[in-house]
């Protein structure tokens, strides 16, 4: 079964940090960009970050740069998104996304919630 399982979202206050993770199964992620977006209530989804399957490029939004941290460890078929200096803004639901478009085909996982409140 082809799945997409993202973790680790919660309750923090300004300031502090979560690790999310994105863990495949029934596929293997080396093979595709992988991307974390977010969605606030009331608002459209935006990417915050995104990892390439070639060269482990990334890329960030102006509004996460220097405090989000994406990696990815193939061994464990997951991807993680390191998240610091949280901020109340950041309160959304974080989904991770696994595209591969030479094949067309792309994943979503459920989301995780993220409050950053004090």
């Known amino acids: 079964q082809v799945q997409l399982v993202e973790s680790g979202g919660g309750l923090v206050q300004p300031g502090g940090s979560l690790r999310l993770s994105c863990a495949a199964s029934?596929?293997?992620?080396?093979?595709?960009?992988i991307g974390w977006f977010r969605q606030a209530p009331g608002k459209e989804r935006e990417q915050v970050s995104c990892i390439s399957n070639s060269d482990d490029n990334t890329d960030y939004a102006d509004s996460v740069k220097g405090r989000f941290t994406i990696s990815r460890d193939n061994a464990k078929n997951t991807v993680y998104l390191q998240m610091n200096s949280l901020k109340p803004e950041d309160t959304a639901v974080y989904y991770c996304?696994?595209?591969?478009?030479?094949?067309?085909?792309?994943?979503w996982g459920q989301g995780t919630q993220v409050t950053v409140s004090s």
């Open positions: 029934g596929f293997t992620l080396d093979y595709y960009a």
């Open positions: 996304n696994a595209d591969r478009p030479t094949v067309s085909r792309t994943y």
